[in-house]
């Protein structure tokens, strides 16, 4: 009997042991219905109302947990079922439903357009429902959905996030966070105004942090628990500028924290990148940390009138010089390589303001070497470099006399003196050579400059628009030229740079007489322009029906590069190869090989074989070729960019015909992208092509010739800037705010 009385017991001990284990609810943090549903609705999989209640603020249930993998298919999805941990009316633990989120994740969201990650929240604006993140600089404010956001300002939390809308925070990290460089604009009765990353936001602080510094803050819990103070600086006029580090005049080479800032302090309080310093001006301090540049204050708007030019040393297409001779004031003055140690830099200028120092150097030939402002002779590692540095408008006097030529109607080259000064002040702003210390060189790789002699009719259009600029929407526009249309510009979407700068004033526009005609009438030369684009000439065969023919009416009709022939008789299989390759190194997602289906991939070419075709794929805005496709014995190869189609069509060798009669090697790439091809075959194999094309540059912005012809019909230069560049102004730079 006792053995039958302990077996008994046993027995209801285990059962009681089971039922208590049963209904003890798992502890922590538990998740919010209204939390399910905000994660649910971004997976377009909304939870029924049979489901939630209406009070979004209670907490998840097992029973409704339970559902709602019902209603997905959860066994499909092998989401967890939790049965050992809960009875029907206990309430889910957050880990618990975010490790079953995560799997959901996986079978609905196809596009991964939810996903986790983590965020410091600097500041909620509960009205508007937006969190400023330490990102800040990155990505505008976040909405929010979840009220959870607004109890978690000065805390890293993980959480869920699909495109600009936060979700649901997940959790707290437990560590320490630290923002690094953070401007301190104020410290008032034990609370710290801040700036980090576009947001102003405020902490409570024991610490008697000043007011206008840099500082290192950390936070834990909400809280900040440390700041500390960065007050060594240096100033001086920035020389020079690369990824790793910076020179300033008088003081040196410093190099450059992982995680400098760098903040604009006058007007709007502003972060900015490291390519928004100004190369050649005085205007930032620079704030070290253990030798190294933590921080960079922008404290001053210094009128940006002076620009920075290499002087390219075209005997050898290189920036160095062995060797340079000056003439300055009269004395003859020559300057070698080896006389400068690494680093040093020697200045000349005349005494007078209005002379000029005269540049030789052996195998450089340029009509006009008589440069104004200073000559500055600098070695760096690789070799010694010259820099003219001038005034903006001086510049220009050189400038547009070797872009356009002095014998076109003053408007049109008034329009290109604007154009060119527009040109220029956007790389004095964000120079093109930071790491020479130059906004530009001297080559059409920018502005040619000094290619052509100083002239009075040049000169005069550069003063009659002093300090005038092209903006669009206030802002100096991104503008264009280029020497002959064939009747049709594009847009700046041949350069696939994936640029987010709005350039809708660069537009596919017909350049026609009749355009600008019935557009002056109506009193809107630019809309009037682009309304007239040619979207229709994407298509092969209106394109071609286009390009083939000669619309008396065209701008520049009368012109040798209107319309010109390109013909290669015999294909060199091997010259081709091997600038499809020149151009695979240098842009590799721009030359491509076709794989399995329509799909290419990007991969070396080692050979070409047999070519059974030669095609343009697609066309770009106005007809520009925009793919170009060749088909061999080893493969099907696409070639993106007009830039590049250019120049592997063009065998160097080749003569071009303009419709006057006139030849001309091309020493690079084909006059422009507008063309159609013609292929001559052989048994099937392509032995030699024909193109049929107009224009010559790239098409993008001001047409020169164009201009030129505006010029002739009437048109002043704000007229020819309308009718290129649709909805820009004329603005005077003293009138451009930052």
Known sequence: MALIFFGLLFLVCVWLGRREKVR?????????????????D??????????????????????????????????????????????????????????????????LDKEASVWETTAFILKIDAGEKRAYTENGALSPAYSYHSPEFEENVLRNLTVF??????????????QEHELKNVWVT???????????????????????????????????????????????????????????????????????????EVYKLYG????????DLRIGYADTDYVIERGKVCACLVSEKEAADMIRVLLKNTANNSNYYDAVELMVDGEHIRIEENDLKAGERRSYRCAALTD?????????????????????????????????????????????PSEMPASYPSEALKAQAICARTYAYLYILHAGLPEVGAHVDDTTSYQVYHNIKENAATTTAVKETDGMLLTYEGEPAQNYYYSTSCGVGTDAGIWKSGSMQDTAYMQASRLNITVYENAEGNGGVGDTAAENADSNLRDEDNFRRFITAVDENDLECDEPWYRWTYTVSSIDADRLLARMKERYAASPQSVLTKTQGDYYVSEPIAKLGKISDISIGKRGAGGVADELLIV????????????????????????VTRQDGSTVVPSAILPSGFFVIETGKEDENVIGYTLTGGGYGHGVGMSQNGAKALGYAGADCRQILEFFFAGCELTNIAEITD
């Open 42 to 107: 971004a997976l377009d999989a909304p939870v029924s109302d049979a489901v939630m209640p209406d009070d979004g603020e209670s907490y998840l249930t097992y029973a409704q947990y339970i559902a709602i993998c019902r209603e997905l298919g959860g066994d499909e999805m092998n989401l967890p079922d939790y049965a050992d941990r809960y009875e029907p009316d206990f309430l889910v633990l957050k880990e618990d439903w975010y490790k079953a989120y995560r799997i959901m994740l996986a079978y």
């Open 632 to 655: 061999s014995d080893t493969g099907t190869y696409k070639i993106l960019a007009e830039y590049n189609i250019r120049y592997i069509l063009c065998d160097r060798t080749s003569e």
């Open 24 to 40: 003890k609810a798992p502890e922590g943090d538990k998740i919010k219905c209204r939390d399910v549903e905000i994660l649910m």
């Open 356 to 400: 000029k120092i005269t540049v030789y150097a052996e195998g450089v030939v340029k009509e006009d070497n008589a440069y104004r402002g200073t000559i500055e002779c600098y070695r760096n590692e690789n070799g010694m470099m010259l820099i003219n540095e001038l005034p903006l408008e001086e510049y220009l006097y050189a400038v547009v």
């Open 186 to 260: 104020e410290n008032a009765d034990g609370m710290l105004e801040c700036f980090y990353h576009q947001t102003v936001f405020y902490a409570q602080t024991d610490s008697n942090v000043e007011r206008e510094c840099i500082a290192d803050l950390t936070f834990s819990d909400g809280k900040l628990i440390a700041a500390k103070e960065k007050n060594e600086k240096v100033h001086g006029k920035l020389l020079w500028l690369s990824k790793e580090q910076l020179e300033i005049e008088g003081c040196g080479i410093y190099p450059l924290s992982e995680d400098m």
């Open 268 to 275: 709007s309080l502003e972060t900015l990148s490291a390519a």
């Open 161 to 174: 996030i699909k495109g600009n809308s936060l979700l649901t925070v997940v959790e707290e990290l437990p």
